[in-house]
Protein backbone atom coordinates (compact mmCIF):
# COMPACT_ATOMS: atom_id res chain seq x y z
CA UNK A 1 0.00 0.00 0.00
CA UNK A 2 1.44 3.51 -0.64
CA UNK A 3 2.36 5.65 1.78
CA UNK A 4 0.09 8.20 1.72
CA UNK A 5 -2.83 5.83 1.55
CA UNK A 6 -2.09 4.12 4.02
CA UNK A 7 -1.45 7.35 6.28
CA UNK A 8 -4.80 8.96 5.06
CA UNK A 9 -6.18 5.30 5.88
CA UNK A 10 -4.58 5.42 9.65
CA UNK A 11 -5.60 9.09 10.34
CA UNK A 12 -9.13 8.64 8.92
CA UNK A 13 -9.57 5.61 11.61
CA UNK A 14 -7.67 7.41 14.36
CA UNK A 15 -10.32 10.36 14.09
CA UNK A 16 -13.11 8.42 13.70
CA UNK A 17 -12.19 6.25 16.67
CA UNK A 18 -11.35 9.82 18.55
CA UNK A 19 -14.90 11.40 16.97
CA UNK A 20 -16.65 8.02 18.16
CA UNK A 21 -15.01 8.00 21.93
CA UNK A 22 -15.54 11.91 22.58
CA UNK A 23 -19.56 11.68 21.09
CA UNK A 24 -19.96 8.52 23.79
CA UNK A 25 -18.27 10.60 26.77
CA UNK A 26 -20.80 13.97 25.37
CA UNK A 27 -23.61 11.48 25.09
CA UNK A 28 -23.06 9.93 28.43
CA UNK A 29 -22.24 13.27 30.54
CA UNK A 30 -25.65 14.22 28.88
CA UNK A 31 -27.04 11.57 29.95
CA UNK A 32 -25.69 11.91 33.36
CA UNK A 33 -26.85 15.96 32.97
CA UNK A 34 -30.59 14.63 31.87
CA UNK A 35 -30.60 12.87 34.82
CA UNK A 36 -29.72 15.13 37.33
CA UNK A 37 -31.94 17.52 35.96
CA UNK A 38 -34.68 15.08 36.02
CA UNK A 39 -33.91 14.69 39.68
CA UNK A 40 -33.76 18.41 40.52
CA UNK A 41 -36.98 19.02 39.07
CA UNK A 42 -38.50 15.73 40.55
CA UNK A 43 -37.21 17.88 43.88
CA UNK A 44 -39.38 20.84 43.03
CA UNK A 45 -42.46 19.07 42.18
CA UNK A 46 -42.18 16.84 45.80
CA UNK A 47 -41.97 20.37 47.38
CA UNK A 48 -45.05 21.92 45.71
CA UNK A 49 -46.49 18.94 47.44
CA UNK A 50 -45.44 19.39 50.62
CA UNK A 51 -46.53 22.89 50.03
CA UNK A 52 -50.04 21.64 49.16
CA UNK A 53 -49.59 19.54 52.48
CA UNK A 54 -49.00 22.12 54.56
CA UNK A 55 -52.00 24.62 53.38
CA UNK A 56 -54.36 21.86 53.53
CA UNK A 57 -53.49 21.16 57.20
CA UNK A 58 -53.38 24.96 58.06
CA UNK A 59 -57.37 25.17 56.12
CA UNK A 60 -58.46 22.85 59.07
CA UNK A 61 -57.54 25.61 61.69
CA UNK A 62 -60.46 28.30 60.32
CA UNK A 63 -62.73 25.19 59.96
CA UNK A 64 -63.34 24.34 63.55
CA UNK A 65 -64.21 27.91 64.62
CA UNK A 66 -66.89 27.78 61.88
CA UNK A 67 -67.70 24.14 62.69
CA UNK A 68 -68.38 25.12 66.82
CA UNK A 69 -69.93 28.76 65.89
CA UNK A 70 -72.44 29.45 67.90
CA UNK A 71 -76.05 31.71 66.40
CA UNK A 72 -76.01 34.06 65.06
CA UNK A 73 -73.02 33.12 62.64
CA UNK A 74 -69.81 35.03 62.81
CA UNK A 75 -69.49 36.00 58.88
CA UNK A 76 -65.56 36.41 59.45
CA UNK A 77 -64.99 33.22 60.73
CA UNK A 78 -66.18 32.17 57.12
CA UNK A 79 -64.50 34.83 55.33
CA UNK A 80 -61.20 33.68 57.12
CA UNK A 81 -61.99 29.32 56.44
CA UNK A 82 -62.87 30.82 52.37
CA UNK A 83 -59.38 32.53 52.27
CA UNK A 84 -57.66 29.13 53.98
CA UNK A 85 -59.68 27.21 50.92
CA UNK A 86 -58.09 30.33 48.30
CA UNK A 87 -54.70 29.27 49.66
CA UNK A 88 -54.75 25.85 49.48
CA UNK A 89 -56.25 25.38 45.99
CA UNK A 90 -53.57 27.52 44.65
CA UNK A 91 -50.58 25.41 45.71
CA UNK A 92 -53.26 22.36 44.24
CA UNK A 93 -52.79 24.52 41.30
CA UNK A 94 -49.24 24.74 41.30
CA UNK A 95 -48.51 21.73 42.00
CA UNK A 96 -51.34 20.36 39.43
CA UNK A 97 -49.82 22.05 36.65
CA UNK A 98 -46.35 21.32 37.57
CA UNK A 99 -47.15 17.25 37.41
CA UNK A 100 -49.16 17.80 34.32
CA UNK A 101 -48.07 16.39 30.60
CA UNK A 102 -45.19 15.08 32.69
CA UNK A 103 -44.93 11.00 31.76
CA UNK A 104 -42.62 9.85 34.13
CA UNK A 105 -44.18 6.86 36.83
CA UNK A 106 -43.52 8.92 39.62
CA UNK A 107 -45.28 12.06 38.39
CA UNK A 108 -48.29 9.99 37.28
CA UNK A 109 -48.89 8.38 40.35
CA UNK A 110 -48.19 11.83 42.18
CA UNK A 111 -50.85 13.39 39.61
CA UNK A 112 -53.10 10.92 40.82
CA UNK A 113 -53.05 11.25 44.40
CA UNK A 114 -53.32 14.96 44.11
CA UNK A 115 -56.71 14.64 42.21
CA UNK A 116 -57.84 11.64 44.66
CA UNK A 117 -56.62 13.96 47.89
CA UNK A 118 -58.27 17.24 45.94
CA UNK A 119 -61.10 15.35 45.61
CA UNK A 120 -61.50 14.15 49.11
CA UNK A 121 -61.19 17.70 49.98
CA UNK A 122 -64.17 19.08 47.92
CA UNK A 123 -66.36 16.54 50.32
CA UNK A 124 -64.35 17.49 53.12
CA UNK A 125 -65.17 20.94 52.49
CA UNK A 126 -68.74 20.40 51.87
CA UNK A 127 -69.25 18.43 54.93
CA UNK A 128 -67.92 21.23 57.18
CA UNK A 129 -70.31 23.87 55.08
CA UNK A 130 -73.18 21.06 56.11
CA UNK A 131 -72.33 20.66 59.46
CA UNK A 132 -71.47 23.88 59.98
CA UNK A 133 -75.34 25.01 58.61
CA UNK A 134 -77.12 22.85 61.06
CA UNK A 135 -78.18 24.22 64.60
CA UNK A 136 -75.36 25.20 66.78
CA UNK A 137 -77.55 23.32 69.31
CA UNK A 138 -77.50 19.89 67.33
CA UNK A 139 -73.82 20.33 66.59
CA UNK A 140 -72.92 20.75 70.31
CA UNK A 141 -74.71 18.25 71.69
CA UNK A 142 -72.94 15.97 74.08
CA UNK A 143 -72.35 12.90 72.63
CA UNK A 144 -73.03 13.64 68.75
CA UNK A 145 -69.61 14.85 68.10
CA UNK A 146 -71.00 15.70 64.43
CA UNK A 147 -68.18 18.66 64.05
CA UNK A 148 -65.73 15.70 64.58
CA UNK A 149 -66.45 14.00 60.97
CA UNK A 150 -65.61 16.29 58.71
CA UNK A 151 -62.40 17.32 60.37
CA UNK A 152 -61.64 13.69 60.26
CA UNK A 153 -61.98 13.75 57.06
CA UNK A 154 -59.24 16.40 56.60
CA UNK A 155 -57.23 14.63 58.14
CA UNK A 156 -57.58 12.14 55.43
CA UNK A 157 -56.71 14.52 52.70
CA UNK A 158 -53.67 15.00 54.40
CA UNK A 159 -52.71 11.47 54.20
CA UNK A 160 -53.40 11.13 50.79
CA UNK A 161 -51.02 13.80 49.99
CA UNK A 162 -48.15 13.14 51.86
CA UNK A 163 -48.16 9.65 49.65
CA UNK A 164 -47.88 12.44 46.78
CA UNK A 165 -44.72 13.63 48.82
CA UNK A 166 -43.33 9.90 49.17
CA UNK A 167 -44.15 8.72 45.67
CA UNK A 168 -42.45 12.33 44.02
CA UNK A 169 -39.47 12.86 46.85
CA UNK A 170 -38.52 9.05 45.73
CA UNK A 171 -38.17 9.56 42.73
CA UNK A 172 -35.42 12.41 43.28
CA UNK A 173 -34.01 9.75 45.73
CA UNK A 174 -33.53 7.25 43.15
CA UNK A 175 -31.50 10.64 41.49
CA UNK A 176 -29.83 11.53 44.19
CA UNK A 177 -29.44 8.72 46.97
CA UNK A 178 -27.12 10.41 48.73
CA UNK A 179 -29.56 13.21 49.88
CA UNK A 180 -32.14 10.69 50.37
CA UNK A 181 -31.34 11.72 54.26
CA UNK A 182 -32.31 15.44 54.13
CA UNK A 183 -35.18 14.94 51.55
CA UNK A 184 -36.69 11.94 53.54
CA UNK A 185 -35.75 14.47 56.88
CA UNK A 186 -37.98 17.01 54.85
CA UNK A 187 -41.14 14.82 54.61
CA UNK A 188 -41.14 13.74 58.40
CA UNK A 189 -41.15 17.58 58.79
CA UNK A 190 -44.01 17.93 56.63
CA UNK A 191 -45.48 15.19 58.94
CA UNK A 192 -44.37 16.54 61.61
CA UNK A 193 -45.99 19.93 60.55
CA UNK A 194 -49.63 17.48 60.40
CA UNK A 195 -49.40 15.78 63.52
CA UNK A 196 -48.80 18.76 65.27
CA UNK A 197 -52.05 20.32 63.65
CA UNK A 198 -53.98 17.30 64.52
CA UNK A 199 -52.48 17.65 68.02
CA UNK A 200 -53.76 21.61 67.78
CA UNK A 201 -57.23 20.21 66.46
CA UNK A 202 -58.49 18.16 69.45
CA UNK A 203 -58.24 21.25 71.72
CA UNK A 204 -60.72 23.19 69.74
CA UNK A 205 -63.62 21.99 70.19
CA UNK A 206 -63.65 20.88 73.45
CA UNK A 207 -62.31 24.57 74.43
CA UNK A 208 -64.77 26.30 71.96
CA UNK A 209 -67.77 24.31 74.24
CA UNK A 210 -65.82 24.51 77.20
CA UNK A 211 -66.12 20.78 77.72
CA UNK A 212 -63.65 18.35 79.07
CA UNK A 213 -61.82 16.03 76.79
CA UNK A 214 -63.92 13.42 75.72
CA UNK A 215 -62.86 9.75 75.26
CA UNK A 216 -61.94 9.69 72.02
CA UNK A 217 -59.29 13.01 72.25
CA UNK A 218 -58.30 11.46 75.46
CA UNK A 219 -57.15 8.46 72.99
CA UNK A 220 -55.71 10.52 70.30
CA UNK A 221 -54.00 12.58 72.34
CA UNK A 222 -51.36 10.11 73.59
CA UNK A 223 -51.29 8.50 69.97
CA UNK A 224 -50.56 11.94 68.44
CA UNK A 225 -48.23 12.75 71.17
CA UNK A 226 -46.36 9.57 70.46
CA UNK A 227 -45.75 9.96 66.68
CA UNK A 228 -44.78 13.36 67.26
CA UNK A 229 -42.20 12.32 69.69
CA UNK A 230 -41.00 9.60 67.22
CA UNK A 231 -41.11 12.13 63.91
CA UNK A 232 -38.78 14.44 66.00
CA UNK A 233 -36.02 11.33 66.97
CA UNK A 234 -36.59 10.88 62.78
CA UNK A 235 -35.69 13.78 61.88
CA UNK A 236 -33.18 14.72 64.20
CA UNK A 237 -31.70 11.21 63.09
CA UNK A 238 -32.22 12.36 59.45
CA UNK A 239 -30.72 15.86 59.72
CA UNK A 240 -27.72 15.03 61.86
CA UNK A 241 -26.59 12.25 59.03
CA UNK A 242 -23.37 13.43 57.57
CA UNK A 243 -22.40 17.11 58.01
CA UNK A 244 -24.95 19.31 58.75
CA UNK A 245 -24.69 22.60 57.65
CA UNK A 246 -25.34 25.76 60.01
CA UNK A 247 -29.09 26.79 58.47
CA UNK A 248 -30.34 23.41 58.92
CA UNK A 249 -28.68 22.88 62.85
CA UNK A 250 -30.05 26.61 63.11
CA UNK A 251 -33.82 25.67 62.27
CA UNK A 252 -33.50 22.79 64.63
CA UNK A 253 -32.57 24.71 67.59
CA UNK A 254 -35.46 26.84 66.60
CA UNK A 255 -37.68 24.31 66.19
CA UNK A 256 -37.00 22.46 69.79
CA UNK A 257 -36.96 25.87 71.40
CA UNK A 258 -39.85 26.96 69.98
CA UNK A 259 -42.27 23.58 69.73
CA UNK A 260 -40.49 21.01 71.76
CA UNK A 261 -39.85 23.22 74.64
CA UNK A 262 -43.14 25.22 75.06
CA UNK A 263 -45.48 24.31 72.54
CA UNK A 264 -45.62 21.11 73.94
CA UNK A 265 -45.45 21.37 77.58
CA UNK A 266 -48.21 24.22 77.32
CA UNK A 267 -50.32 21.36 75.56
CA UNK A 268 -49.51 18.81 78.27
CA UNK A 269 -50.94 21.08 80.41
CA UNK A 270 -53.89 21.51 78.85
CA UNK A 271 -54.53 17.78 78.47
CA UNK A 272 -54.07 17.43 82.31
CA UNK A 273 -57.11 19.97 82.73
CA UNK A 274 -59.10 18.81 79.83
CA UNK A 275 -58.89 15.26 81.81
CA UNK A 276 -59.46 16.12 85.38
CA UNK A 277 -62.59 18.78 83.92
CA UNK A 278 -60.41 21.97 85.58
CA UNK A 279 -61.16 24.91 83.51
CA UNK A 280 -58.41 25.36 80.39
CA UNK A 281 -57.90 29.45 81.14
CA UNK A 282 -58.43 30.11 77.26
CA UNK A 283 -60.87 29.93 74.77
CA UNK A 284 -60.06 28.22 70.71
CA UNK A 285 -59.29 31.78 69.90
CA UNK A 286 -56.41 32.45 72.66
CA UNK A 287 -55.03 28.67 71.98
CA UNK A 288 -54.79 29.16 68.24
CA UNK A 289 -53.06 32.07 68.70
CA UNK A 290 -50.60 30.64 71.89
CA UNK A 291 -49.97 27.29 70.22
CA UNK A 292 -50.21 27.81 65.86
CA UNK A 293 -47.71 30.52 65.47
CA UNK A 294 -44.61 27.82 67.38
CA UNK A 295 -45.61 25.13 64.76
CA UNK A 296 -44.14 27.59 62.12
CA UNK A 297 -40.88 26.43 63.21
CA UNK A 298 -41.51 23.01 61.78
CA UNK A 299 -42.32 24.39 58.45
CA UNK A 300 -39.16 26.14 58.72
CA UNK A 301 -37.10 23.15 59.36
CA UNK A 302 -38.65 21.26 56.60
CA UNK A 303 -38.19 24.34 54.16
CA UNK A 304 -34.05 24.09 56.07
CA UNK A 305 -33.90 20.40 54.89
CA UNK A 306 -35.58 20.54 51.42
CA UNK A 307 -33.17 23.70 50.75
CA UNK A 308 -30.21 21.60 51.80
CA UNK A 309 -31.21 19.15 49.40
CA UNK A 310 -31.96 21.08 46.53
CA UNK A 311 -28.69 23.05 46.69
CA UNK A 312 -26.88 19.86 46.62
CA UNK A 313 -28.52 18.63 43.53
CA UNK A 314 -28.58 21.59 41.92
CA UNK A 315 -24.77 21.49 42.65
CA UNK A 316 -24.10 18.25 41.12
CA UNK A 317 -26.29 19.53 37.96
CA UNK A 318 -23.90 22.24 37.79
CA UNK A 319 -20.76 19.91 38.30
CA UNK A 320 -22.04 17.13 35.67
CA UNK A 321 -22.38 20.36 33.32
CA UNK A 322 -19.23 21.13 33.72
CA UNK A 323 -17.55 17.92 33.70
CA UNK A 324 -19.44 17.86 30.16
CA UNK A 325 -17.88 20.75 29.13
CA UNK A 326 -14.52 19.98 30.40
CA UNK A 327 -15.03 15.97 28.43
CA UNK A 328 -16.44 18.18 25.09
CA UNK A 329 -13.79 20.45 25.10
CA UNK A 330 -10.98 18.09 25.83
CA UNK A 331 -12.24 15.42 23.57
CA UNK A 332 -12.24 18.64 20.64
CA UNK A 333 -8.47 19.58 21.43
CA UNK A 334 -7.86 16.26 21.21
CA UNK A 335 -9.70 16.40 17.50
CA UNK A 336 -7.87 19.41 16.59
CA UNK A 337 -4.25 18.65 17.35
CA UNK A 338 -4.92 15.43 15.35
CA UNK A 339 -6.07 17.36 12.28
CA UNK A 340 -3.27 19.60 12.94
CA UNK A 341 -0.75 16.93 12.98
CA UNK A 342 -2.27 15.43 10.11
CA UNK A 343 -2.03 18.20 7.91
CA UNK A 344 1.32 19.28 9.53
CA UNK A 345 2.42 15.67 7.87
CA UNK A 346 0.95 15.84 4.98
CA UNK A 347 2.05 19.61 3.94
CA UNK A 348 5.75 19.17 5.58
CA UNK A 349 6.40 15.44 4.63
CA UNK A 350 4.03 14.17 2.32
CA UNK A 351 3.54 16.72 -0.40
CA UNK A 352 7.35 17.53 -0.63
CA UNK A 353 7.83 13.87 -1.15
CA UNK A 354 5.90 13.50 -3.81
CA UNK A 355 6.84 16.48 -5.57
CA UNK A 356 10.15 15.03 -4.98
CA UNK A 357 9.15 11.62 -6.55
CA UNK A 358 7.74 14.09 -9.67
CA UNK A 359 10.69 15.66 -10.29
CA UNK A 360 12.69 12.40 -9.84
CA UNK A 361 10.87 11.14 -12.49
CA UNK A 362 10.68 13.81 -14.85
CA UNK A 363 14.15 13.88 -14.56
CA UNK A 364 14.49 9.92 -15.40
CA UNK A 365 11.78 10.72 -18.21
CA UNK A 366 14.27 13.49 -19.31
CA UNK A 367 11.69 16.47 -19.31
CA UNK A 368 12.65 20.29 -18.35
CA UNK A 369 11.56 21.03 -15.06
CA UNK A 370 12.63 24.60 -13.97
CA UNK A 371 14.69 23.53 -10.18
CA UNK A 372 12.60 25.42 -7.74
CA UNK A 373 15.33 26.71 -6.07
CA UNK A 374 13.48 29.63 -3.66
CA UNK A 375 10.80 27.17 -2.87
CA UNK A 376 9.87 27.11 1.00
CA UNK A 377 10.76 23.18 1.49
CA UNK A 378 14.00 24.22 -0.31
CA UNK A 379 15.35 26.91 2.40
CA UNK A 380 13.86 24.44 5.31
CA UNK A 381 16.78 23.26 7.31
CA UNK A 382 15.39 19.98 8.30
CA UNK A 383 15.92 16.73 6.39
CA UNK A 384 12.81 17.27 3.67
CA UNK A 385 14.79 20.45 2.98
CA UNK A 386 18.02 18.40 2.98
CA UNK A 387 16.27 16.56 0.06
CA UNK A 388 14.90 19.05 -1.99
CA UNK A 389 18.21 20.98 -2.14
CA UNK A 390 19.53 17.44 -2.86
CA UNK A 391 17.10 16.68 -5.61
CA UNK A 392 17.13 20.00 -6.72
CA UNK A 393 20.97 19.31 -7.31
CA UNK A 394 20.42 16.31 -9.37
CA UNK A 395 17.63 18.07 -11.69
CA UNK A 396 20.45 20.65 -12.70
CA UNK A 397 23.18 18.59 -12.75
CA UNK A 398 21.35 15.97 -15.12
CA UNK A 399 20.00 19.64 -17.13
CA UNK A 400 23.62 20.53 -17.36
CA UNK A 401 24.94 17.30 -18.70
CA UNK A 402 22.07 16.85 -21.16
CA UNK A 403 23.00 20.59 -22.59
CA UNK A 404 26.32 19.11 -23.27
CA UNK A 405 25.56 16.20 -24.79
CA UNK A 406 22.99 18.48 -27.03
CA UNK A 407 26.51 20.67 -27.55
CA UNK A 408 28.58 17.58 -28.63
CA UNK A 409 25.99 16.06 -30.58
CA UNK A 410 25.39 19.15 -32.49
CA UNK A 411 29.07 19.82 -32.75
CA UNK A 412 29.25 16.33 -34.09
CA UNK A 413 26.83 16.95 -36.51
CA UNK A 414 28.10 19.90 -37.84
CA UNK A 415 32.12 18.08 -37.70
CA UNK A 416 30.21 15.30 -39.95
CA UNK A 417 28.55 17.61 -42.24
CA UNK A 418 31.49 19.89 -42.88
CA UNK A 419 33.53 16.59 -43.51
CA UNK A 420 30.95 15.77 -45.72
CA UNK A 421 31.18 19.10 -47.87
CA UNK A 422 32.88 20.83 -49.97
CA UNK A 423 34.11 24.01 -48.38
CA UNK A 424 33.23 26.24 -51.45
CA UNK A 425 30.18 25.20 -53.12
CA UNK A 426 28.52 23.43 -49.95
CA UNK A 427 27.67 20.55 -52.35
CA UNK A 428 28.69 17.23 -51.30
CA UNK A 429 33.08 16.54 -51.78
CA UNK A 430 34.34 13.57 -53.52
CA UNK A 431 34.62 11.25 -50.15
CA UNK A 432 31.37 11.77 -48.95
CA UNK A 433 29.28 11.15 -52.57
CA UNK A 434 31.37 8.24 -52.62
CA UNK A 435 29.95 6.53 -49.40
CA UNK A 436 26.21 8.18 -50.63
CA UNK A 437 26.49 6.70 -53.75
CA UNK A 438 27.47 3.07 -52.83
CA UNK A 439 24.50 3.07 -50.85
CA UNK A 440 22.27 4.86 -53.74
CA UNK A 441 23.91 1.65 -56.01
CA UNK A 442 22.84 -1.26 -53.66
CA UNK A 443 19.61 -0.04 -53.65
CA UNK A 444 19.82 0.24 -56.94
CA UNK A 445 20.64 -3.44 -57.31
CA UNK A 446 18.12 -4.58 -54.76
CA UNK A 447 15.46 -3.03 -56.92
CA UNK A 448 16.81 -3.81 -60.36
CA UNK A 449 16.62 0.03 -61.04
CA UNK A 450 18.42 1.91 -64.04
CA UNK A 451 21.25 4.22 -63.06
CA UNK A 452 22.53 7.41 -64.45
CA UNK A 453 25.77 9.28 -63.85
CA UNK A 454 26.57 12.63 -65.45
CA UNK A 455 29.90 13.67 -65.03
CA UNK A 456 30.34 17.61 -65.95
CA UNK A 457 33.13 20.47 -66.21
CA UNK A 458 33.31 23.70 -66.70
CA UNK A 459 35.03 24.76 -69.79
CA UNK A 460 38.21 26.72 -70.09
CA UNK A 461 38.44 27.75 -66.42
CA UNK A 462 41.77 28.55 -66.58
CA UNK A 463 41.29 31.35 -68.59
CA UNK A 464 38.11 32.85 -66.13
CA UNK A 465 41.43 32.39 -63.34
CA UNK A 466 43.72 33.76 -65.64
CA UNK A 467 41.51 36.85 -66.79
CA UNK A 468 39.32 37.53 -63.94
CA UNK A 469 41.54 36.17 -60.88
CA UNK A 470 41.12 33.55 -58.46
CA UNK A 471 38.18 34.52 -56.02
CA UNK A 472 36.42 35.25 -59.70
CA UNK A 473 36.80 31.46 -60.44
CA UNK A 474 35.72 30.71 -57.19
CA UNK A 475 32.86 32.80 -57.34
CA UNK A 476 32.05 30.97 -60.88
CA UNK A 477 32.16 27.58 -59.40
CA UNK A 478 29.99 28.67 -56.75
CA UNK A 479 27.28 29.82 -59.06
CA UNK A 480 27.76 26.97 -61.13
CA UNK A 481 26.83 24.63 -58.23
CA UNK A 482 23.82 26.84 -57.32
CA UNK A 483 22.73 26.13 -60.94
CA UNK A 484 23.07 22.90 -60.79
CA UNK A 485 21.45 22.49 -57.56
CA UNK A 486 18.40 23.88 -59.06
CA UNK A 487 18.15 21.44 -61.78
CA UNK A 488 18.61 18.75 -59.11
CA UNK A 489 15.63 16.46 -58.19
CA UNK A 490 15.36 14.46 -54.80
CA UNK A 491 16.76 11.23 -54.62
CA UNK A 492 19.50 12.21 -57.29
CA UNK A 493 22.99 12.75 -55.62
CA UNK A 494 25.39 15.94 -56.87
CA UNK A 495 29.16 16.38 -55.72
CA UNK A 496 31.91 18.76 -56.33
CA UNK A 497 34.06 15.90 -57.38
CA UNK A 498 37.45 18.34 -57.81
CA UNK A 499 38.44 21.31 -59.30
CA UNK A 500 36.04 22.58 -61.88
CA UNK A 501 34.53 19.29 -62.01
CA UNK A 502 31.06 18.22 -60.91
CA UNK A 503 29.36 14.47 -60.55
CA UNK A 504 25.88 13.42 -60.78
CA UNK A 505 24.31 10.50 -59.76
CA UNK A 506 20.75 10.11 -60.58
CA UNK A 507 18.68 5.86 -59.37
CA UNK A 508 15.63 5.13 -61.01
CA UNK A 509 16.57 7.30 -64.33
CA UNK A 510 16.11 5.69 -67.16
CA UNK A 511 18.72 6.54 -70.55
CA UNK A 512 16.51 9.09 -72.54
CA UNK A 513 15.87 10.58 -68.66
CA UNK A 514 19.45 10.82 -67.97
CA UNK A 515 19.91 12.35 -71.11
CA UNK A 516 17.12 15.21 -70.84
CA UNK A 517 18.51 15.76 -67.44
CA UNK A 518 21.93 16.60 -68.46
CA UNK A 519 21.23 18.33 -71.35
CA UNK A 520 18.82 20.71 -69.25
CA UNK A 521 21.96 21.14 -66.92
CA UNK A 522 24.46 21.85 -69.89
CA UNK A 523 21.89 24.40 -71.21
CA UNK A 524 21.04 25.69 -67.48
CA UNK A 525 24.80 26.78 -67.15
CA UNK A 526 25.07 28.05 -70.26
CA UNK A 527 21.59 30.27 -70.42
CA UNK A 528 22.70 32.09 -67.20
CA UNK A 529 25.23 34.12 -66.54
CA UNK A 530 27.28 34.33 -63.66
CA UNK A 531 28.14 37.29 -61.96
CA UNK A 532 31.82 37.75 -61.07
CA UNK A 533 32.51 39.50 -57.50
CA UNK A 534 33.34 42.77 -59.08
CA UNK A 535 30.10 42.71 -60.73
CA UNK A 536 30.80 41.78 -64.40
CA UNK A 537 28.46 39.32 -66.07
CA UNK A 538 30.37 36.34 -67.65
CA UNK A 539 28.87 33.87 -69.87
CA UNK A 540 30.22 29.72 -68.85
CA UNK A 541 29.59 26.89 -70.33
CA UNK A 542 30.53 22.97 -69.15
CA UNK A 543 30.81 19.85 -70.88
CA UNK A 544 29.05 16.82 -70.14
CA UNK A 545 29.99 12.83 -70.07
CA UNK A 546 27.35 10.26 -69.63
CA UNK A 547 26.64 7.04 -68.85
CA UNK A 548 24.01 4.50 -67.18
CA UNK A 549 23.42 1.14 -66.64
CA UNK A 550 19.78 -0.09 -68.09
CA UNK A 551 17.11 -1.52 -65.35
CA UNK A 552 18.82 -4.86 -63.74
CA UNK A 553 22.28 -4.44 -65.34
CA UNK A 554 25.10 -5.18 -62.82
CA UNK A 555 26.35 -2.05 -61.78
CA UNK A 556 29.41 -0.59 -60.56
CA UNK A 557 30.48 3.55 -59.93
CA UNK A 558 33.89 3.34 -60.85
CA UNK A 559 33.05 1.73 -64.12
CA UNK A 560 30.09 4.18 -64.35
CA UNK A 561 32.58 7.17 -64.10
CA UNK A 562 35.15 5.65 -66.04
CA UNK A 563 32.97 5.17 -69.11
CA UNK A 564 31.41 8.78 -68.21
CA UNK A 565 34.95 10.10 -67.86
CA UNK A 566 35.20 8.99 -71.39
CA UNK A 567 32.33 10.33 -72.54
CA UNK A 568 33.49 13.60 -71.35
CA UNK A 569 36.61 14.15 -72.93
CA UNK A 570 34.92 13.22 -75.93
CA UNK A 571 32.86 16.50 -75.49
CA UNK A 572 36.01 18.41 -74.39
CA UNK A 573 37.52 17.09 -77.44
CA UNK A 574 34.57 17.68 -79.97
CA UNK A 575 34.80 21.50 -79.08
CA UNK A 576 32.90 21.38 -75.33
CA UNK A 577 29.55 22.56 -74.17
CA UNK A 578 27.67 19.38 -74.72
CA UNK A 579 26.85 16.45 -73.79
CA UNK A 580 28.34 13.07 -74.46
CA UNK A 581 26.89 9.67 -74.26
CA UNK A 582 29.56 6.80 -73.26
CA UNK A 583 27.38 3.54 -73.89
CA UNK A 584 25.92 3.53 -76.66
CA UNK A 585 28.87 4.94 -78.51
CA UNK A 586 28.71 8.18 -78.29
CA UNK A 587 27.16 10.63 -79.83
CA UNK A 588 26.95 14.46 -80.10
CA UNK A 589 23.41 15.56 -78.86
CA UNK A 590 24.61 19.26 -78.87
CA UNK A 591 22.45 21.94 -79.56
CA UNK A 592 23.04 25.62 -79.89
CA UNK A 593 22.98 27.06 -76.00
N1 LIG B 1 39.62 29.54 -58.90
C1 LIG B 1 39.79 28.24 -58.81
N2 LIG B 1 40.44 27.59 -59.75
C2 LIG B 1 40.61 26.25 -59.67
C3 LIG B 1 40.11 25.51 -58.62
N3 LIG B 1 40.41 24.16 -58.82
C4 LIG B 1 41.08 24.09 -59.98
N4 LIG B 1 41.22 25.35 -60.53
C5 LIG B 1 41.82 25.71 -61.73
O1 LIG B 1 41.10 25.19 -62.84
C6 LIG B 1 41.99 25.12 -63.93
C7 LIG B 1 41.79 23.89 -64.76
O2 LIG B 1 42.37 24.05 -65.96
P1 LIG B 1 42.48 23.00 -67.02
O3 LIG B 1 42.57 21.65 -66.39
O4 LIG B 1 43.54 23.37 -67.89
O5 LIG B 1 41.16 23.07 -67.89
P2 LIG B 1 40.49 24.23 -68.56
O6 LIG B 1 41.20 25.44 -68.51
O7 LIG B 1 39.08 24.36 -67.95
O8 LIG B 1 40.26 23.75 -69.99
P3 LIG B 1 39.31 22.66 -70.40
O9 LIG B 1 38.91 21.82 -69.34
O10 LIG B 1 39.98 21.88 -71.42
O11 LIG B 1 38.17 23.42 -70.98
C8 LIG B 1 43.37 25.20 -63.34
O12 LIG B 1 43.98 26.44 -63.71
C9 LIG B 1 43.18 25.14 -61.88
O13 LIG B 1 44.11 25.93 -61.17
C10 LIG B 1 39.45 26.21 -57.61
O14 LIG B 1 39.01 25.64 -56.63
N5 LIG B 1 39.33 27.54 -57.76
Not at 181 to 188: D, H, K, N, Q, S
Not at 440 to 454: E, S, Y
Request: proline letters at 5%; aromatic letters at 4%.
Amino acid sequence: MRLTRLFLLTTGLLLALVSALLLRSIWMDGRQVAAAELGLAAMERAYLVMKVAEKASAERGPAIPVLNDTEPADPAKRERLQAFRHTTDAAFDEALTALTGLSDAASLSTLAQLQKARRELAHARVEVDRVAALPHARRSAPGQRLTRAPIDLMFAVIDTVLAGVTTQSAAAEAVYPELAMPLVGARYAAELREYAGRLGSQFTAPLATGQPLGREEQREIPLLLGRIEQLRKLIELQARAGHTPAPLQAAIAAMEAQYFAADLPFIEQLTERGITGQPYGLDSAAFVARYVPPMKSIVALRDALFAAARDSATERVAAARLRMAINAGLGLAVLCIELTVFLLIRHRVLLPLLRSTRAMNAVMRGEHIQPAANSATMLRTDEIGDMARAVTALQEATQRSRALEAEREQLIAQLRQASDTDFLTGLLNRRAFSEQAARLLAQARRHGWPVALIVFDMDHFKRINDEHGHPAGDAVLCAAAEIARGQVRQGELLARHGGEEFILLAVGCRPDEARQLAERLRLALATQPVQLPDGTPLQITASFGLAWVEARQPVELDELYRNADRALYAAKSDGRNQVRCADPPPQPLREAG
